[in-house]
């Protein structure tokens, strides 16, 4: 729950802090969400309470040193925010400090997370990431992109701001030397009295002229010297960091470390470390080496703890500990990118790619990542690493092992059983698959998509065959549309009930086509393209985004000025009038076009045939199956969504869990329809029994369409009753009056629409 709690002008949102297992025998539970963000490339390490916490810049993970488990901390889990940039630990007052780039501050301590949000809602000009934290006692010390922030950790509010400069240069680190605090920052090393005057005027702070002019990345103290690194932008291709040191009256060069790049200057338990990005060294106060890691593959942070061991916060390879070869995270995919999500059965998988704005490459070569059985995978996938912008995929509904995917540059890849077997492309499918013109070897895959045959149909960009099919047989044959020139660029394709296929023309409408199941026949072909005039598709613009059929067949499409919806595609190559409808809604006693002024980019509807709509910019909705009534809206600001850009969703119908693919990363939430049965099957109840304490939804499962589901106590008394979204019934543990239900058996009944068939049920519940 989240509180704001008032009278006071510091914004504080207190939530009790969950830490979710690695593996959860059922998934995530109903109305609940689950984070699917990666944790290999850590930024930041900081040792607690007989643990470490390791940060990347979208969550912080906890290892316990007592049992070894990893234990994570999520926006899901109560975290305010996403974009990590710094995280700071202080044991005088056992509290973790989490940073992000926008000057969000959360502290976790006692079991709760405090929201300071105070600067990160201040109109402040430039950078606002926070770069680290150090700790004085109860006061805690943010360098920022503008400044200093100092942090009072027993009243928890900000204290002051200290700007170094009129310009409010940015401080990198800042330390305590002798009486005064040295800020390191990308213009040199500036100096203030502790105890001046008024520190939040620049007048205040001294330029060090004895250093040379540059970036200061890091500053710490060691003995009794200050040490702080000079970092060279290495724009001759030689690594040229200097780390400086001073006495208290003269500075000079660490020569140890001279000409290297580093990270991070960290003194702890009497040892100097200097981390650099495949080595991280030790030295003694006699300026001795006393040990040195080589593993690390992209190391930003380490730090010794108490029991002398060495963690590595590395960027690769996880949170490493001493001379390990790899470190430790917990599962997640490789990366926040996603573009695609396909789902069969229950098997995810992603395809993390992308196009810019303007239809070329983003050069993401991230490979493919997959989750089945509760595990994300992508090691056995490294060898589509060389293949950029992977923006499609589609799981073989009836081959679960058999996956197709689209490059935007390198054509269609089909994996079985987790490895690439085969690259089409002009040579291999007799140029049917085409190069963009002047571009050889450079296919632009807009869509895949199988038809009921099992037939492969791929959209392709500035070609000539901008329609392709590959027949189980293994034949291709392209398709060329008179009217649509080498320019026409092409999206997703959707192949309906009726086996017509329509393909996205993202500023140019949709393309439907039916080949009159004559495939190698063009002379039955027909084809129609939608654009935003009545008769022609009566599209609200050409520029379209999505496409997604209901249950009732229809066709709904998600364009920059909202939702459209043909509710009778079978008509298009008739006389018929087939134009699609936008669906007009009431809000505040006014009628307006759904979602109107939202760019709708990604669609999928559930097993109740609700429709769940992702923006670009104000997060997804869940409408009702007419789409006239907003069952849910979340954003960042209600929901741990990380973002209010949903570029994908695909659900998982057998249990209703629904992914959003984000531009930040992967969340799901198990929703509260399934598909339905065709007739009642393994119907149960879960969780069952419902234990004493338990707050959460009780779903029924196995479920026919729209069943009439009855409960009753054992003496037959109706104490609630409900209808199937699909597969799937929801009750709440609570009687007609709101009552919760007292400890006892309680049946459930449940018919399908005509009463012709029925089942029972029963379910213990504990209070």
């Not at 008032?6 to 939530?15: E, G, T, Y």
């Amino acid at each position: 729950m989240r509180k704001q709690c008032c009278n006071i002008s510091l914004c504080l949102l207190c939530v009790a802090l969950i830490y979710p297992g690695e593996v959860v025998a059922q998934g995530v539970a109903v109305g609940q969400w689950m984070d699917h963000l990666p944790y290999r490339n850590i930024i930041a390490v900081e040792e607690g309470n007989n643990g470490i916490y390791a940060a990347t810049t979208e969550a912080v993970f906890y290892l316990s040193k007592e049992d070894n488990s990893l234990n994570r901390l999520t926006k899901v889990s109560g975290l305010s925010d996403i974009g990590i940039s710094a995280i700071g630990y202080t044991a005088v007052d056992d509290a973790l400090i989490i940073a992000y780039s926008n000057s969000n501050i959360d502290i976790v301590q006692n079991t709760s997370i405090i929201n300071l949000s105070d600067i990160k809602r201040k109109s402040i000009l430039g950078d606002k990431s926070v770069n680290s934290i150090r700790f004085s006692g109860s006061i805690a010390y943010l360098s920022t992109g503008f400044g200093i922030v100092v942090l009072d950790m027993v009243k928890l509010e900000i204290k002051d701001t200290y700007f170094i400069t009129v310009a409010q240069d940015e401080v990198n680190e800042i330390a305590l030397f002798n009486d005064s605090i040295y800020a390191a920052s990308g213009n040199g090393v500036y100096r203030a009295a502790i105890n001046g005057q008024n520190l939040t005027d620049f007048n205040s702070w001294t330029l060090m002229s004895q250093l040379p002019p540059g970036n200061y990345n890091s500053i710490d103290v060691f003995g009794n010297r200050l040490f702080i690194n000079r970092a060279n932008d290495h724009s001759d291709g030689i690594d040229k960091d200097t780390i400086h040191v001073y006495n208290g009256s003269v500075w000079g060069y660490y020569f140890p470390t001279i000409l290297r790049t580093t990270k991070q200057i960290r003194s702890n338990y009497n040892v100097l470390m200097i981390t650099e990005p495949t080595d991280v060294s030790i030295y003694n106060n006699a300026d001795q080496l006393i040990a040195s890691y080589t593993n690390p593959n992209s190391a930003n942070q380490a730090l010794m703890d108490v029991d002398g061991s060495v963690w590595i916060a590395d960027g690769y390879a996880g949170l490493m500990q001493d001379n390990a070869s790899w470190g430790v995270y917990p599962n997640g995919p490789n990366g926040t990118q996603v573009f695609d999500i396909s789902i069969e059965g229950e098997d995810v998988w992603i395809a993390p790619g992308g196009k810019s704005g303007a239809w070329g490459n983003m050069f993401i070569a991230s490979g493919m990542y997959s989750y089945i059985d509760l595990h994300w995978n992508h090691a056995e996938y490294e060898e589509l690493n060389s293949i950029h912008d992977i923006v499609v995929v589609k799981v073989d509904p009836n081959n679960s092992n058999r996956v197709f995917a689209g490059s935007w540059g390198a054509g269609v890849l089909e994996l079985q059983n987790g490895k690439l077997v085969t690259v089409y492309n002009e040579a291999t499918t007799d140029s049917v698959l085409q190069a963009v013109k002047g571009e050889e070897g450079y296919l632009r895959i807009g869509g895949v998509e199988l038809d009921e045959a099992g037939n492969l149909w791929v959209s392709c960009t500035e070609v000539d065959n901008l329609l392709c099919v590959k027949l189980v047989g293994g034949s291709w044959f392209g398709f060329q549309f008179p009217g649509l020139g080498l320019n026409t660029k092409v999206g997703d394709i959707l192949i309906d009930q009726k086996d017509n296929k329509w393909i996205l023309l993202p500023g140019n409408g949709i393309l439907v086509f039916d080949d009159n199941g004559t495939i190698d026949n063009n002379n039955d072909d027909q084809f129609f393209r939608m654009i935003n005039t009545a008769g022609s598709g009566n599209l609200p613009t050409r520029e379209v985004n999505c496409i997604a059929e209901d249950l009732d067949g229809e066709i709904w499409v998600g364009t920059s000025e909202g939702i459209t919806v043909f509710y009778s595609p079978e008509s298009v190559f008739t006389n018929d009038d087939f134009d699609s409808q936008q669906i007009l809604v009431e809000q505040d006693g006014y009628f307006q076009y759904l979602l109107e002024a939202e760019a709708v980019i990604s669609i999928a509807i559930d097993g109740a045939n609700r429709k769940w709509l992702g923006t670009d910019g104000a997060g997804v909705f869940l409408m009702s199956e007419d789409g006239t009534e907003e069952l849910q809206h979340f954003t960042i600001d209600n929901s741990p969504l990380f973002s209010d850009r949903v570029t994908s969703i695909a659900i998982n119908q057998k249990n209703g869990e629904v992914f959003f693919g984000t531009d930040k990363g992967i969340i799901s939430y198990r929703g509260t329809a399934t598909a339905a049965e065709e007739v009642f099957t393994d119907v149960y109840a879960f969780p069952n029994p419902v234990r004493e304490g338990y707050n959460g939804v009780i779903a029924i499962r196995g479920l026919v369409a729209d069943a009439d589901v009855k409960i009753t106590d054992l003496t037959g008394n109706l104490i609630y009753q409900t209808t199937s979204l699909g597969g799937q019934a929801i009750w709440n543990g609570k009687n007609f009056n709101g009552n919760k239900a007292h400890t006892g058996v309680y049946l459930v009944f449940a018919t399908n629409e005509d009463g012709s068939t029925r089942m029972v049920t029963k379910i213990l519940f504990i209070n």
